[in-house]
């Protein structure tokens, strides 16, 4: 699960989930990532044969090399170079070379079909389609990889991974992504401002209006979100609707059943949204992520709904003295079906194409970055919860705290939606929608009649590959 303040501007996400944003960005689809030039270029032999061992499961060579390509977001890219430093620690003989980029998708799709790096880490906004990368064979099931031994603890890979990991990495049955980063999401505040003015965070919708005119008194906007990327209020959209609709609404929304979007309760969750705009509730503006977040941090509003990447991206703007802590989305109260759901998963996923030279050392770089010491520097450097359990343990820190005092409270259950990486199209319109939602041009019920709509249409395209999840 995604860049440090500005000069980054628009191309610092997530995936994640995260994950979302590359929808209609993507080039050519359905023209095949792997044939599309086919022929050019003969396969690279593989350099991944070698004796394996419990501490060389894969059978690395000595003297090969690996090349490694990393996001370089709101997580910054120190904490690869530690696993860098952990990797090495064991294989000397291996040369590891790493780079750093926004531009994902334009740089590494192209590669696919011919020589692709080693190990990609596919996030932000110009990351390759997930669905596309699975459908077309472009990237390597990893199940071998879960099956291994873990680096540094006992078990194996898979028993070290935090629940919803290998979740969130599945796709038709295969496990194909490794996200790095554990993310927790909800609505952030200035724990000191709230202190000061003796305001208690708000637990539901009618909690954060009954709340909200007291803020608007001493100047404040209550709430403040990227009105530029549809990806971020989508998040918060699919939150209350899970905590409002239930965990079957959802389920039955991302397996395209037929009107999954009428379901009880996914109305009222998006006019909880949608009165939250009209009452101009919040701060005005076409504000990106790194700027409503800076709009944030100098007071201007009370509330900004985003993930645990947050303070590590702000981190050179924080002002001294505030409080950063998360709180859960907000329900609707009495009716919710799934009031105490929390929206965490992994995200930032690291993939290995299926032509990539060196899979073997590729698959063992993952180890390292799930280690345990690998997975301590990542929590250390970023401030966010890394993938492997224990992973905060040892880290002081107020937001980072906060977080996992609201992972300790959620049952096990966690909200997550997979619509969005199943379908490129679908990813697409909801963000559109989203957006237009948020910005007090499209209704509640209009977002439900074009969503399903929209689904509706992909359900009944026979040359779609349907997936489901449970």
Known sequence: MSVTPENHADLNRRTLLRRAAAAGLLVTPAAGLLSACAGSEPTPANQDEGAKSNDNPFGVQDGSAVKVVVFNGGLGDQWAKEDQAVFNARHAGVTVNMSSTQKIKTEEQPKMATQPSDLVMNSGADMMDISTLVNEGAIEPLDDLLAAPAWDSEGTVGDSLLPGTREDGTFQDKFYVVNVAFTVWGNWYNSALFTKEGWTPPTTFDEFFAL????????????????????????????TIWKSAGKQAVI??????ENAWRAEGVLPALEAWEKLVKDRLLLPGNLNHTQSQQAWLDGKAAFIQVGTWLKNEMAATIPPGFEMKISDYWGLGATDKAPKDVFAGAGEGLVVPSKAPNKAAAKEFLRAVLSKAGSAKFAE???????TKGSGDAVQDTALASANQLMSQAPADLIKTKLFDFYADLDKESQNLSAELMAGRLTAAGFVDRMQKAADKVAKDSSITKQTRS
Do not use: E, F, Q
Request: glycine share 4%.
């Open 212 to 239: 909200a005119p007291k803020i608007k008194a001493k100047g404040i906007a209550p709430y403040v979100h990227d009105a530029v990327h549809g990806y971020y209020p989508r998040w918060a959209l699919m939150a």
């Open 252 to 257: 039955d929304i991302d397996n395209l059943k």
């Open 381 to 387: 450097l970023t401030k966010s919860l890394a993938s």
